[in-house]
């Protein structure tokens, strides 16, 4: 994968998943399939601290922890981390993304290290799909790069 890729692929997972924020209404953030399942909410708050805690893997930078209370503190966190991802890794020197960091569950390459991120937040905006359907909520049309 080229730089102008990984770019493009996280341009179009900001906006696909700030479409996921906006989809629910903020009524019914704490809507939960089950029990055992997280909220609406806890989905997005996770994607977003997950994100930007794992980024530090590929860009260095450490965000702070903020609080997720609201669709408004949630949405702002993200765009904050998509953001600040996209201006990192546009001017990053490409072979930077080739270096290999040492994560938890081996040695990545950060290139590598965003493509899990990528993974992870479509794994999640899989289960935020039926959430919404439960609701009766058409989710968002699917966006690819």
Same mark, same amino acid.
């Given at each position: 994968?080229?730089?102008?890729?990984?770019?493009?692929?996280?341009?179009?997972?900001?906006?696909?998943?700030? $479409?996921?924020?906006?989809?629910?209404? %903020? +009524?019914? @953030?704490?809507? =939960?399939?089950?029990?055992?399942?997280?909220?609406?909410?806890?989905?997005?708050?996770?994607?977003?601290?997950? &994100?930007?805690?794992?980024?530090?893997?590929?860009?260095?930078? %450490?965000?702070? $922890?903020?609080?997720?209370?609201?669709? %408004?503190?949630? $949405?702002?966190?993200?765009?904050? #981390?998509? +953001?600040? #991802?996209? %201006? =990192?890794?546009?001017?990053?020197?490409?072979?930077?993304?080739?270096?290999?960091?040492?994560?938890?569950?081996?040695?990545?390459?950060? @290139?590598?290290?965003?493509?899990?991120? +990528?993974?992870?937040?479509?794994?999640?905006?899989?289960?935020?799909?039926?959430?919404?359907? &439960? $609701?009766?909520?058409?989710?968002?049309? @699917? &966006?690819?790069?």
């Amino acid at each position: 994968m080229k730089k102008v890729e990984l770019i493009k692929k996280w341009k179009g997972n900001k906006r696909y998943t700030l $479409k996921f924020v906006e989809a629910m209404p %903020e +009524d019914d @953030y704490d809507f =939960k399939p089950s029990d055992e399942m997280k909220s609406y909410k806890s989905q997005l708050s996770h994607i977003t601290t997950w &994100l930007r805690t794992h980024s530090r893997f590929v860009t260095g930078l %450490e965000f702070p $922890k903020v609080k997720m209370t609201s669709k %408004e503190s949630i $949405k702002e966190a993200l765009v904050v #981390f998509f +953001d600040t #991802f996209l %201006e =990192k890794i546009e001017t990053m020197d490409e072979n930077k993304l080739q270096e290999i960091e040492d994560v938890w569950y081996g040695k990545s390459t950060r @290139y590598q290290i965003a493509n899990i991120m +990528d993974n992870h937040l479509s794994h999640h905006r899989g289960q935020m799909v039926v959430y919404l359907r &439960l $609701k009766n909520i058409k989710p968002p049309s @699917y &966006l690819g790069w």
